[in-house]
Every structure is written in structure tokens, then in C-alpha cells.
């Protein structure tokens, strides 16, 4: 097996591509994998701040090295999510990501920042963790980059997640997620912009970048993770991918192009909708938002409202009580 | 030749070289999913391993869905 571009040995197979790399042209091939993808849907604009959610995994670790290696201003937030060993693990290869790199790793604990934890917040609300995981991460990320003024929330998210979430709200017809199913979701109302840059590659491309890069990632899978439906979309598109190469990227790419457009009337209305939570004053749909209604369903500590109105953005930074590291 | 596997981590013992398609096929494992490593470097499709290898079949997914 050859590389595509210089005939030396090469180390992957990628067959959606008909291609194999060597270690170098791999790499470039991801650094150009992702250029692509921040030109194409305008995610990332020369000299903007951008705040990489790092859990502590390949692909956000993969995603902060690319954005690192292409020039841009990154700095990555850690949240401790306080699901036992997994958490205080995944907290390691991330700080220790940032130290060997002479990064800033911004940190907010779940437990030691709010009283709760994923677990306990599962165990409260009756719903699965993946749910209070996703809606603790999501409200966060936001509310630190509104503290930190950063411009942008860069994710991890892969084709393989994109095209994963897309199976499955495809399967119920979820209108209302596929209007939001976007590489980029422009700032307004008060939440930042949110952007996917490694959406042209792989899980076994980012999981392979690391490798070759020398990247140490949490490789155990989150335990309450294990089991559910994504996993399962995941391993239904997968088998269909080995037998039928490209396939997840002609499924979330053509809906990008050809279907995408015809959902966004309902996000519209969403958004004109959203007024300011009473309690922490992020943009919210009803008078709480569904942060601050599960801190408190949970026993935790409420946030304090820092009298921001998201509609202008224009409150007083403050802190949660998050460490930077040098 | 012992390969390591993971999720939930462990060891098993092949008798015997073979191609890393092959190895994956006897294991039941979708190449889509998972990366063969050998020595710390990666090991490609067409790649053969030897009786004397130390191998680790890694996969490659995430289940976070947030």
C-alpha cells in the first residue's frame, strides 16, 4: 500500500477517499480536511477567539492540535463532569494536552462549581446521563465564551457523530433538530457561534491523528455511554460503510446541500421566541432555562445572574471559579 | 501473537502470522471501527502481522452524542 502523493509506505487506508497516506501527507490531509471545512461554511474568521470544548478525547484534543497547527487563536475549556474515574482521567490528558503545548486550558467542575454532578443529575431528572450531560455542556460552553469574549465554540464533532445524530433524527423526524443540524450555528440572542471543523473527517481519521501525532487520548469509552442509541446509529452506519465506501459522507453532505434549507423556517421562530432565564439571565425560551430547572432538580447551586441581557451581550465578565493554566 | 483489545480492555492469544484483514474478519470486527497498531505505528490494510507481533486492535468510537 502506497501513499497517494509521494509512493512512500503508507500507514492508512482511507476509502471513501480511494486513497492511503503516509504519516505526513496524512496529516496534511487532515489540516486540509479542515481548512476546507472552516472556509466552506465561513466558521472561523483571521484573528478570531476561539473556545475548543475538550473532553479530554480524541477528537477534541485532535481538533485544538489542527486548530493550533493552522494558526488560530485556541483556547480549550475542560468540564469535570464527575462520572468517576472516567472524568478524573479524561481531566489528565487534557491538562497535560495543554501543558506540553503551552496552552490555555480554561476548567469548570460540575461538582465543586454548581453541588451536582452528571450521575446524580441522571439519577434526579429520570433520564438517561447522556441528556444531562449534553444540556450541562451545551449551557457552559456558551456561558463561557460569553465570559471569556471569545467569538466562537469550536466542537469535536466528526462526520461519523454528524452523520450518526442525522440517522437518528432522520428515523423520527425530528424537524426541529434537523433545522439546527449544521456545521455552523451563527451567533445571536445571546448564544455564540458554534462550529464543527472536523465534519469532512472521520472517527478513524481523528483516532489515527492522534496517533500519528503523538496526541494521548482517553480511549475508554464513557461507562454511561455505553448502550445507547447513538452507539447504535453509529454501528448500523458503519456496517453499511464498509460495504458501500463514502456512504456517511454522501448521506450528511447531501442533506447539507439538498435538504438542510427546508428545516430552517422552524429555527427562525425559535429563535425569535427566546427571551433571558430569571435566574442566570442566559437566553431561554420560558422564564428558566433548562440549565438552571436541572441545578436545581438536582440539588445543586444555582448560578448567580450577572445582570447580562443576552440580546445585546454586553454584561460584566465574571468568573465561575475556573483555573487557567499557563 | 497477543493482541489487546479494548472496551472492556483485554488480551487474547493468536496462533500464527496473518494479514490484518484476515485477523479482523476472525475477530468479527469492522475495519471502519477500529485501528491495528503495531509498536506504537500504525499498521494499513494490506499490512501482515507476525506470530511475534504485540498487537492492538483500538476502536475508533465515541458514543457522546451531545
Not at chain 1, 460495504?243 to 427562525?268: I, M, N, V
Request: aromatic share 6%.
Amino acid at each position: 500500500m502506497k501513499c497517494r502523493v509521494c509512493r512512500g509506505p503508507a500507514i492508512i487506508d482511507v476509502r471513501r477517499h480511494n486513497a492511503n497516506f503516509c504519516v505526513e501527507h496524512f496529516i496534511e490531509q487532515c489540516e486540509r480536511q479542515v481548512t476546507k471545512a472552516i472556509d466552506a461554511f465561513s466558521m472561523i474568521a483571521p484573528g478570531e477567539r476561539v473556545l475548543v470544548a475538550v473532553s479530554g478525547g480524541k477528537d477534541s484534543l485532535a481538533l485544538w492540535d489542527l486548530l493550533h497547527r493552522l494558526g488560530h487563536h485556541a483556547e480549550g475549556l475542560y468540564l469535570g463532569l464527575g462520572i468517576g474515574e472516567y472524568s478524573d482521567e479524561s481531566g489528565v490528558y487534557a491538562r497535560d494536552f495543554a501543558a506540553a503545548r503551552g496552552l490555555v486550558l480554561h476548567e469548570v467542575d460540575l461538582r465543586r462549581d454548581y453541588g451536582y454532578d452528571v450521575p446524580r443529575a441522571a439519577a434526579a431528572t429520570r433520564r438517561v446521563p447522556c441528556s444531562a450531560c449534553g444540556l450541562s455542556k451545551r449551557h457552559l460552553f456558551d456561558e463561557v465564551a460569553r465570559q471569556g469574549n471569545f467569538d466562537v465554540v469550536a466542537t469535536g464533532h466528526n462526520l461519523d457523530d454528524e452523520a450518526a445524530v442525522l440517522f437518528g433524527n432522520v428515523l423520527r423526524w425530528q424537524t426541529e433538530y434537523l433545522a439546527r443540524q449544521m456545521p455552523v450555528l451563527p451567533a445571536g440572542n445571546g448564544f455564540p457561534r458554534k462550529v464543527k471543523p472536523l465534519v469532512r473527517l472521520s472517527e478513524r481519521e481523528m483516532a489515527a491523528y492522534c496517533i500519528v501525532t503523538g496526541i494521548d487520548y482517553q480511549v475508554e469509552e464513557c461507562p454511561m455511554a455505553a448502550g445507547n442509541s447513538h452507539l447504535g446509529y453509529k454501528e448500523a452506519l458503519n456496517s453499511i460503510e464498509e460495504r458501500s465506501p463514502g456512504t456517511k459522507h454522501d448521506f450528511y453532505f447531501g442533506f447539507l446541500d439538498r435538504a438542510a434549507e427546508a428545516f430552517r423556517e422552524g429555527l427562525a421562530q425559535d429563535a425569535a421566541a427566546l427571551s433571558s432565564c430569571r435566574d442566570c439571565g442566559a437566553p431561554t425560551p420560558s422564564d428558566r432555562c433548562a440549565f438552571c430547572r436541572l441545578v436545581e432538580r438536582s440539588g445543586g447551586r444555582l448560578p448567580e445572574h450577572d445582570g447580562h441581557d443576552p440580546a445585546t451581550a454586553t454584561g460584566t465578565p465574571v468568573i465561575l471559579g475556573r483555573r487557567e493554566r499557563p | 501473537m497477543n493482541v489487546r483489545l479494548r472496551n472492556p480492555s483485554r488480551t487474547v492469544q493468536i496462533q500464527g502470522g496473518r494479514s490484518v484483514a484476515k485477523l479482523l474478519n476472525e475477530l468479527g470486527l469492522n475495519r471502519e471501527t477500529v485501528l491495528v497498531i503495531r509498536n506504537g505505528t500504525l499498521v494499513p490494510g494490506d499490512g501482515f502481522l507476525e506470530d511475534c507481533d504485540e498487537v492492538e486492535l483500538r476502536p475508533v468510537i465515541s458514543g457522546g452524542a451531545a
